[in-house]
């Protein structure tokens, strides 16, 4: 199994500029999620997913979109990047989402918006 | 609210015991977890533990929760210059869907 897998793992972008993060696990786990990692704050939840076609807010979702339309690809879009929006993004998927359930990352992208 | 505390940072040499400690303040965790990140890389689950427990072991490192003064701390014996990495708290809260609250992160510097 290759586990959660993203592309790219590093990616400049101007201001207002869109892109997409690319994120695919082959253990058919039905939970998936995208984070973004700044230093001393932590890990934040941006977008999780359920199951295909199920997705929902996190904490901090403002500047993105997802959509799930299979079990394995959870992609997330920036519509008009930010600075604010520097970071590294991860994507993280586990069996079910329940408490105890082991969530596996990716590698995570880095993504600088000047 | 949810809040995860750590401190930023811990040294000790090669041989010693490690423990890093994690304070949060929501009492309906329902589980607690450890994650290590090593440089460049996503993070890796340690292990965990189910609120209602009080001690974890496996292998070198345990586990000790304070429910009383929501408290978790990882304690690595005999620490490894390879356990060199950032270790995460965190914990979960049910919130219609189980919410992972994680930490700043504490990085451990081992020093041969």
């Known amino acids: 199994n290759a586990g959660v897998t993203q592309t790219p793992k590093f990616q400049v972008l101007k201001t207002g500029q869109s892109m997409t993060l690319q994120c695919a696990q082959d253990m058919n786990h039905e939970y998936m999620s995208w984070y973004r990692q700044d230093p001393g704050m932590g890990l934040r939840l941006i977008h999780y997913?359920?199951?295909?076609?199920?997705?929902d807010q996190g904490e901090v979702p403002n500047g993105y979109n997802v959509s799930r339309s299979t079990t394995e690809d959870f992609p997330l879009r920036l519509l008009s990047a930010a600075p604010s929006q520097t970071s590294v993004y991860f994507c993280?998927?586990?069996?079910?989402?329940?408490?105890?359930?082991?969530?596996?990352f990716g590698p995570g992208t880095r993504l600088t918006v000047t | 609210g949810e809040d995860v505390e750590q401190s930023l940072f811990l040294s000790v040499r090669e041989g010693d015991s490690s423990v890093i400690n994690c304070t949060y303040t929501d009492s309906s965790s329902t589980y607690l977890y450890w994650y290590k990140q090593e440089p460049g890389a996503g993070l890796q689950l340690l292990t965990y533990?189910?609120?209602?427990?009080d001690m974890k072991q496996d292998q070198r490192l345990t586990v000790l929760l304070n429910k009383k003064d929501k408290h978790l701390s990882l304690r690595i014996a005999d620490t490894q210059t390879g356990d060199s990495a950032i270790y995460f708290c965190?914990?979960?809260?049910?919130?219609?869907?189980?919410?992972?609250?994680f930490g700043t992160g504490t990085k451990l510097q081992v020093i041969p």
């Open positions: 533990i189910f609120s209602n427990m």
């Open positions: 997913s359920v199951g295909a076609g199920i997705t």
């Open positions: 993280a998927s586990s069996y079910s989402g329940t408490g105890g359930d082991e969530q596996y």
């Open positions: 965190a914990e979960t809260i049910p919130r219609g869907y189980q919410k992972v609250t």
